[in-house]
C-alpha cells in the first residue's frame, strides 16, 4: 500500500511558474516509475508525463512542448512537476499516480495508486 499526496497547486496568471510536489509514505516509492495526469472540468483525465524509477528518463505528452518538467527526489520521497510559461488551458486538477510496471504508460489503467489531486488554475 502507498499514499500520494500532492501539494504546490494554486492560483497563476498566464505565463507563470508552479511547482507542484507528490510526497509518497508506505511501501518503496523509489522502485516505482511515477506519472502526472491532469483532469479538467468535464473531461478525462489526461497523461502530462512520467519519470523513471532511475530519476533520469522521462517521457512527456505532446501538449507540454518543453514547458513541463519532471524530477524526482527519492531520498525524499518526491516526485516534483514544475510548470512553466503556464496557459489558461493548463488549469486542472493535476495528480500523481505510481506506475504498476509494464511498458505502457499514458493511460490511466497503468497505475495503482493515485493521489487526491492538487489544483491549479491560471488567469488571462
Known amino acids: 500500500q502507498v499514499q500520494l499526496v500532492e501539494s504546490g497547486g494554486g492560483l497563476v496568471q498566464a505565463g507563470g511558474s508552479l511547482r507542484l510536489s507528490c510526497l509518497a509514505a508506505?511501501?518503496?516509492?523509489?522502485?516505482?516509475?511515477v506519472g502526472w495526469f491532469r483532469q479538467a472540468p468535464g473531461k478525462e483525465r489526461r497523461f502530462v508525463g512520467i519519470i523513471m524509477r532511475n530519476s533520469i528518463n522521462t517521457k512527456y505528452a505532446d501538449f507540454v512542448k518543453g514547458r513541463f518538467t519532471i524530477s524526482r527526489d527519492n531520498a525524499k520521497n518526491t516526485v516534483y512537476l514544475q510548470l512553466n510559461n503556464l496557459k489558461p488551458e493548463d488549469t486542472a486538477v493535476y495528480y500523481c499516480?505510481?506506475?504498476?510496471?509494464?511498458?505502457?504508460?499514458?493511460?490511466?489503467?497503468?497505475?495503482?495508486?493515485w493521489g487526491q489531486g492538487t489544483q491549479v488554475t491560471v488567469s488571462s
Open positions: 499516480a505510481q506506475h504498476g510496471g509494464g511498458s505502457y504508460y499514458e493511460g490511466t489503467e497503468y497505475y495503482d495508486y
Open positions: 508506505g511501501r518503496s516509492f523509489n522502485n516505482y516509475d
